[in-house]
Nanobody, 116 residues
C-alpha cells in the first residue's frame, strides 16, 4: 500500500490542524494505520494508531488528538487540537498488515510547526 500524507503547516499554539493520509494500491481495511512524528534532533515517536477495533494514543497527545478513518476515501485522519509548540515535528503515517507486525509502508511526512 502506498501512503500520501498531507495537511501540515504553521499554526499558533492552541490552534488545530487535521492531517490526512491517503492510501492506495491495496485495500487497507484490515491494516493497522498509525501516525508517528519526529522533531528535529529527536527520535521518531509514536503518536496514534487505529486498528479497526480500537485506537491508541501516546500519553502526550491523549485528549487533544483524534485518529479516524474514512473507508470510502481510503484515508486516515489525525485531528490535532490544542496544539503546543512541543508538537512541532514532521508527522508520518504508516501501515502495518496486522497488530504486532512491522510497519511496511510509510508516507513521506508532513511538517507541523506550532508557534507560541
Amino acid at each position: 500500500v502506498q501512503l500520501q500524507a498531507s495537511g501540515g503547516g504553521p499554526v499558533q499554539a492552541g490552534g488545530s490542524l487535521r492531517l490526512s493520509c491517503a492510501a492506495s494500491g491495496r485495500t487497507f481495511s484490515s491494516y493497522v494505520m498509525s501516525w508517528f512524528r519526529q522533531a528535529t534532533g529527536k527520535e521518531r515517536e509514536f503518536v496514534a494508531a487505529w486498528s479497526g477495533r480500537s485506537t491508541h494514543y501516546a500519553d502526550s497527545v491523549k485528549g487533544r488528538f483524534t485518529i479516524s478513518r474514512d473507508s470510502a476515501k481510503n484515508t486516515v485522519y489525525l485531528q490535532m487540537n490544542s496544539l503546543k509548540p512541543e508538537d512541532t515535528a514532521v508527522y508520518y503515517c504508516a501501515a502495518a498488515e496486522q497488530v504486532g507486525a512491522r510497519y511496511s509502508s510509510w508516507g513521506q511526512g508532513t511538517l507541523v510547526t506550532v508557534s507560541s
